[in-house]
T-cell receptor, first 110, second 112 residues
């Protein structure tokens, strides 16, 4: 069964810092990996989707990379802002199901 | 506007009651999913459906039931057999052939 791990569980940084969130998965046979953002008490908002054939995707200040063979993905956030404070989750899809990590709770301090 | 609508936002259940959570999407998506989220545990799959009138159990289906009579609707019933139903429930959908999943805003269920 696919296991997804996210490190660190929590992260606190001053505004303006660049930061990296990590996601690892145990089975490299995936169709894609998706990064989400979740604000407290809310649903998940899709940030970036990386197909298994891709190495990275970018959207604004966000860049996600995928190394399928090693079972790793990173989400890079440039020039962090207080509005980036949220929980970030990664999910992999090996078939019809998605498997989620437990998330990284990010706090950006003004 | 297209999207996924979950209702109600908050739901309270008495011991022994069945309750139904609604999930409606107007995205013309084929697949729909129900997840449960507990603090520190991530999202766990309850049920999913790829097409109308067909659905499969996820990892934690015991005490839950679903139906898929219409493409746009995938209601979840939390039965009295579910011993610890207090959680945040999330519905998602995906268009077959497209990878990206989209989520609703969730329903918080509390047992009183």
């Amino acid at each position: 069964k696919q296991e997804v791990t996210q490190i660190p569980a929590a992260l606190s940084v001053p505004e303006g810092e660049n930061l990296v969130l990590n996601c690892s998965f145990t089975d490299s046979a995936i169709y894609n990996l998706q990064w989400f953002r979740q604000d407290p008490g809310k649903g998940l908002t899709s940030l970036l989707l990386i197909q298994s054939s891709q190495r990275e995707q970018t959207s604004g200040r966000l860049n996600a990379s995928l190394d399928k063979s090693s079972g790793r993905s990173t989400l890079y956030i440039a020039a962090s802002q207080p509005g980036d404070s949220a929980t970030y989750l990664c999910a992999v899809r090996p078939g019809n199901q998605f498997y989620f990590g437990t998330g990284t709770s990010l706090t950006v301090i003004p | 506007d297209g999207g996924i609508t979950q209702s109600p936002k908050y739901l309270f259940r008495k011991e022994g009651q069945n309750v139904t959570l609604s999930c409606e999407q107007n995205l013309n998506h084929d697949a729909m999913y129900w997840y449960r989220q507990d603090p520190g545990q991530g999202l766990r799959l309850i049920y999913y459906s790829q097409i109308v009138n067909d659905f499969q159990k996820g990892d934690i289906a015991e005490g839950y039931s679903v139906s898929r009579e219409k493409k746009e609707s995938f209601p979840l019933t939390v039965t009295s057999a579910q011993k610890n139903p207090t959680a945040f429930y999330l519905c998602a959908s995906r268009y077959r052939g497209m990878a990206e999943a989209f989520f609703g805003q969730g329903t918080r269920l509390t047992v009183v």
